[in-house]
C-alpha cells in the first residue's frame, strides 16, 4: 500500500505546500494570464501534476495513471452526461421555437430594461437551472438567452458566471451538504442550517453587485427597489427552508420563489425608461414565424423541473447502481492526514442519474412539442458538435483533481493552510474554493477537504460546524473560474479558445466574494457565535 508523503520536500511543510500548489497555479497562470483555451490549460496542469506526483511525492507511475483515469471516468459520467442531456434539451427548444418563444415571454413580461432582463434570467431562472442540472449548464442556456436579448456575449458569460453562485451548496437536492456531513462526521442538517446563515448574505449582494458591474452606481439608484426584491426574496427563501424545513429542497424553494415573487413585483413597478439599457429596436422587431404563444416558451423548463424533483424524491437514480471498486486503486493508498485510513476508490455508475432523468426531459419535450425523429437525431449531433471540447476539458481538469487527492498533494496543500494558526480563518474559504475551482463541484470540494476543515477547527479550538459549512460556501465561489463552467459555457455560444479572457474577467469577482466569506466567517466566529447551530 502507498502511503501518501505529506512533507517531501526537504521535511518542509511550507516548501512542500508552495510546491504542491503548482499544478493549480499553472492552471490559473495558463487561464488569466496567457489567456490560453481552457483543454490547454488543463492538459498543462495534469502532466505538472504527475510529473510532480511521480518524483517528489514518489506516487507509482501506475497508481497516478490510475487516479486520472478514475477522475477522467467520473468527469464523463455522471458530471458531463448531466451537461450533454441539459444542452440536447435546450437544442430541442431552439429547434421547436420554444426558446425564441421564451425570449418573447421576456421581452412582452418584463420591463424593456437590459439590466431587469439580467437579473431576471442569469439569477432567478439560472438559479433554477443550477439546482436542476449544475455543471455549466445554466451558464451555456443563460449566456445564450442574454445574448438573444442584446448582450455581448463575454457580458452575457461572465454575468451568468458571477451569478451562478448562491445555489450551487445547496444544487441536486442538497448533495453537496449531504457529503459534507458524511466525510466529517457532523449533523447534515445543522451544516445545511449554517450554510443557510451565510450564503443568504451572499444572494442578497448578488443582484446588486453585478448590476452595478453592469449599469454603474446611478443604475443601482435606478433599480434598488427590485434588487432588494429579487435578492431578498431568494436570500429569504434560502435561509427558511435550509434552517426550518428541508436543506434538500432549499434550491428548488429559493430559486422559483425569487422568480415568481420578482416577476409579480415588476407588473405593479418599472424603473424609468432609459435609452442606454433599452433592448435595441432590432431585438424587440424580431419576427416569430412559428406563431407559438409566448408562454410556450416554458414548456421545456417546467417539464425538466417536474421530471428531475420527481426523479430525485423516488430515489430513482439508485435503480440499477453498480458500486466498481477501481482497479489497482481502490484501497491502495493510506491516508497519512487521517491516521492511514485507506483510500477508496469506488466509481458508482448510475444508468439512471440526474443526466437520465434530464434525457428523458428532452425526449418527453421533442414529443409535445412535435419535434420529428430526425429533428431530434439532428439535435443529437448539434450537442455533440457544441460539446466534445468542454468534454475533453472537464475529463483533464478532473483528472488533474483526483491526481491531487490520491497522490497526497491536496492533503499537503490543506495540511499547510490549516497550519497558519488563526489565520486559516482567512484562508478556510479559500479550501473550498481551490477544490471547486479544479473539480467544477461543490459536492467534490466537500468530499475533499470537508473532513480537514474539521480537524482544522478542532485543533484551533475553532466551531467545527462553522468551518465545514465554510468549505461549501467557499467553494461555490470557485464555481465561477472553473475551466469546467467556463468550457461549456464558451462551447454553447460561440466562443472557443476564449476561456482565458472569461477567466481573467472572473477571477477578480471570484476572490472578492470569497474573501467576503471569510470575512463573514470571522464575524460569525467571534462576534456573533450564538448564530452556529448546535
Known amino acids: 500500500m502507498f502511503q501518501q508523503l505529506i512533507t517531501p520536500v526537504g521535511g518542509s511543510l511550507g516548501l512542500s505546500t508552495i510546491v504542491a500548489i503548482l499544478p ?20 498543462s496542469g495534469l502532466i505538472v501534476g504527475l510529473v510532480i506526483a511521480v518524483t517528489l511525492w514518489q506516487m507509482p507511475v501506475g497508481l497516478a495513471l490510475d487516479a486520472t483515469a478514475n477522475g477522467a471516468v467520473f468527469a464523463v459520467w455522471p458530471v458531463m452526461w448531466i451537461v450533454l442531456a441539459a444542452l440536447l434539451l435546450y437544442n430541442i427548444a431552439v429547434a421547436t421555437g420554444r426558446f425564441d418563444a421564451f425570449r418573447a415571454w421576456v421581452l412582452e413580461y418584463l420591463p ?6 439580467l437579473v431576471v434570467l442569469a439569477f432567478c431562472f439560472g438559479a433554477l437551472l443550477e439546482g436542476i442540472a449544475g455543471f455549466g449548464t445554466p451558464i451555456a442556456i443563460i449566456g445564450s438567452l442574454l445574448i438573444m436579448v442584446g448582450f455581448k456575449p463575454m457580458d452575457a458569460l461572465v454575468f451568468a458566471l458571477i451569478f451562478d453562485t448562491a445555489p450551487v451548496a445547496f444544487g441536486a437536492l442538497g448533495v453537496p451538504i449531504t457529503v459534507l456531513g458524511a466525510v466529517s462526521g457532523l449533523p447534515a442538517h445543522q451544516l445545511g442550517q449554517m450554510v443557510g446563515r ?38 429569504v427563501f434560502q435561509a427558511i427552508t435550509s434552517n426550518y424545513i428541508n436543506y434538500a ?25 432609459d435609452a442606454e439599457f433599452a433592448i435595441e429596436d432590432h431585438v424587440l422587431d424580431a419576427e416569430r414565424t412559428s406563431g407559438i404563444s409566448p408562454w410556450q416558451g416554458w414548456v421545456p423548463w417546467v417539464i425538466v423541473s417536474i421530471v428531475v424533483i420527481v426523479w430525485t424524491l423516488l ?64 439535435c443529437i449531433g448539434t450537442t455533440i458538435r457544441q460539446a466534445w471540447i468542454a468534454v475533453v476539458t472537464v475529463m483533464l481538469i478532473v483528472g488533474l483533481a483526483y491526481l491531487l487527492n490520491y497522490s497526497g498533494l491536496a492533503y499537503t ?28 463541484s461543490d459536492t467534490s470540494g466537500n468530499a475533499l477537504f470537508g473532513n480537514l476543515q474539521t480537524v482544522a477547527a478542532r485543533q484551533l479550538h475553532l466551531n467545527p460546524i462553522l468551518f465545514a459549512a465554510t468549505n461549501s460556501s467557499g467553494g461555490v465561489m470557485g464555481k465561477m473560474i472553473s475551466p469546467q463552467n467556463i468550457a461549456t ?16 474577467r472572473t477571477f477578480i469577482h471570484s476572490v472578492v466574494f470569497t474573501v467576503l466569506i471569510a470575512i463573514l466567517v470571522a464575524v460569525q466566529q467571534y462576534l456573533i457565535p450564538w448564530i452556529i447551530p448546535g
Not at 494570464?33 to 488543463?42: G, I, K, M, P, S
Not at 454553447?492 to 476564449?498: A, F, H, L, R, T
Open 489 to 504: 459555457g464558451v462551447s454553447v455560444v460561440g466562443m472557443v479558445g476564449q476561456e482565458g479572457k472569461v477567466f481573467a
Open 112 to 117: 424593456n430594461d437590459r439590466r431587469v432582463v
Open 315 to 378: 430515489n430513482i437514480a439508485n435503480i440499477g447502481q453498480q458500486l466498481i471498486h477501481w482497479p489497482g486503486l481502490d484501497k491502495a493508498i493510506s491516508i497519512t492526514l487521517y491516521h492511514g485510513k485507506p483510500y477508496a476508490a469506488v466509481w458508482g455508475f448510475q444508468p439512471l442519474a440526474t443526466g437520465t432523468a434530464i434525457l428523458v426531459s428532452a425526449v418527453i419535450t421533442a414529443f409535445v412539442t412535435g419535434l420529428s425523429p430526425a429533428g431530434f437525431f439532428k
Open 249 to 273: 429542497l432549499t434550491d428548488v424553494l429559493a430559486s422559483l420563489g425569487s422568480l415568481v415573487v420578482t416577476v409579480l413585483f415588476l407588473q405593479s413597478w418599472k424603473p424609468a425608461y
Open 24 to 43: 493549480v497555479a499553472v492552471v490559473l497562470l495558463l487561464l488569466g494570464v496567457l489567456r490560453r483555451a481552457a483543454w490547454q490549460a488543463a492538459l
Open 198 to 235: 451565510q450564503l443568504p448574505v451572499m444572494a442578497f449582494i448578488l443582484p446588486f453587485y453585478v448590476t452595478a458591474l453592469y449599469g454603474g452606481w446611478r443604475s443601482i439608484k435606478a433599480l434598488w427597489p427590485m434588487l432588494v426584491v429579487a435578492g431578498g426574496s431568494f436570500a
Open 413 to 440: 496543500l490543506g495540511l499547510g493552510l490549516a497550519s497558519t494558526g488563526h489565520l486559516f480563518i482567512l484562508f478556510s474559504p479559500f479550501l473550498g474554493w481551490i477544490a471547486v475551482m479544479l473539480s467544477g
